[in-house]
């Protein structure tokens, strides 16, 4: 069991969260593991929701959701790896929408090959 407590504006709230493991783990290992947990879900499944909207997605037919999925997490990478940009990940969509050489750049392609 892992018990949370939170103050916010002056209020406390307490969760409990129960994991089930096998795995003889100490009490730094086990609270290392709970916290690398919500490190995916806040850095990965937050801006899958926030900036690709994925929650909003319509697709039901077919693999239509599951290509969908893997067609954000790609660009997702695509707009994580590039750095010359000084920009969220919203930010670098934006920009991505607006300048067609800063696109090619993303996907790796030489405008000069085109």
């Known amino acids: 069991m892992v018990e949370s407590v939170r103050e916010i504006k002056g209020k406390t709230t307490i ?3 129960y994991f089930l493991s096998s795995l003889p783990l100490g009490v730094e290992t086990f ?3 709970v916290r690398s947990h919500w490190g ?3 850095k990965l499944h937050w801006v899958l ?5 994925e929650d909003q ?4 037919e077919g693999h239509a ?34 300048d067609h050489p800063y ?12």
Request: proline share 2%; aromatic share 4%; net charge positive.
């Open 15 to 17: 969760e409990r969260r």
């Open 65 to 98: 959701a599951e290509n969908l999925a893997t067609l954000r997490r790609l660009a997702l990478n695509l707009l994580k790896r590039e750095k010359t940009k000084k920009r969220g990940i919203r930010g670098k969509m934006l920009n991505a929408g607006w």
């Open 57 to 60: 997605s319509r697709a039901r």
């Open 40 to 42: 995916v879900e806040n």
């Open 31 to 33: 609270a290392r593991a």
């Open 49 to 53: 929701d926030v900036c690709f909207r």
């Open 103 to 114: 696109l090619l750049r993303l996907l790796g392609i030489n405008p000069k090959e085109i």
